[in-house]
């Protein structure tokens, strides 16, 4: 059992470069998030889904892109990088249908735009 | 809209010394969950807080919910240099997804 599990760790990209944060979990969890977190501060929602095929916005979605084709996979993609987008990514699942499940999160993707 | 305030911002303590971190919410909460963020690493679930004047324990990290559920606490007795990092207690949306939205958390320092 992995977990949530992210990749790249670590990424460098160019200015206008696009690019896709991978997203995998396997333990059936309906609930999927993406988070950006900027240094010394909490996470911002980006991106959310309730279940394959089904996706919102979150509060800071501009320049991003998500799917969710399949339970396990919820990748984020970047359209055309910025230096504003240099920061941690962390995904996040947890069960639906009750609440008193906390999420789980990945390990992170280090994103830095030059 | 809702907010829930986290205080002390930061807060610096010796090895041995207890810790103590606040979370104020101007409305009525239906729940509240707690997560440490370890320097470099990710947001790990702590605990969620249902009941009105709930308290849990995990060995030495006590939880609390307050009785109107509009506030809860994060008291650490004794604390050891792995309690270093950052402890959120985001705000958990309604409706069905409950998505998380976090401030920016109490950073704790244990010194040695």
């Known amino acids: 059992n992995a977990g949530v599990t992210q990749t790249p760790k670590f990424q460098v990209l160019k200015t206008g470069q696009s690019m896709t944060l991978q997203c995998a979990q396997d333990?059936?969890?309906?609930?999927m998030s993406w988070y950006r977190q900027d240094p010394g501060m909490g996470l911002r929602l980006i991106h959310y889904s309730v279940g394959a095929g089904i996706t919102d916005q979150g509060e800071v979605p501009n320049g991003y892109n998500v799917s969710r084709s399949t339970t396990e996979d919820f990748p984020l993609r970047l359209l055309s990088a910025a230096p504003s987008q240099t920061s941690v990514y962390f995904c996040a699942s947890r069960k639906s249908g009750t609440t008193n499940y906390g999420y789980t999160f990945g390990s992170g993707t280090r994103l830095t735009v030059v | 809209g809702q907010q829930v305030m986290q205080i002390p911002q930061y807060q610096h303590v010796q090895e041995g010394e207890d810790f103590t971190t606040y979370c104020n919410s101007s409305?009525?909460?239906?729940?509240i969950q707690w997560y440490k963020q370890r320097p470099g690493g990710h947001p790990v679930f702590l605990i969620q807080l249902v009941k009105s004047g709930e308290v849990k324990k995990q060995k030495r990290l006590t939880f609390q919910f307050g009785e109107a559920k509009k506030n809860s606490s994060l008291h650490i007795t004794a604390t050891q240099t792995t309690d270093v990092g950052t402890y959120f207690c985001?705000?958990?949306?309604?409706?069905?997804?409950?998505?998380?939205?976090f401030g920016s958390g109490t950073q704790l320092t244990v010194l040695p």
């Open positions: 333990m059936n969890h309906e609930y």
């Open positions: 409305t009525t909460l239906s729940n």
């Open positions: 985001p705000l958990l949306a309604s409706g069905s997804a409950r998505q998380l939205t």
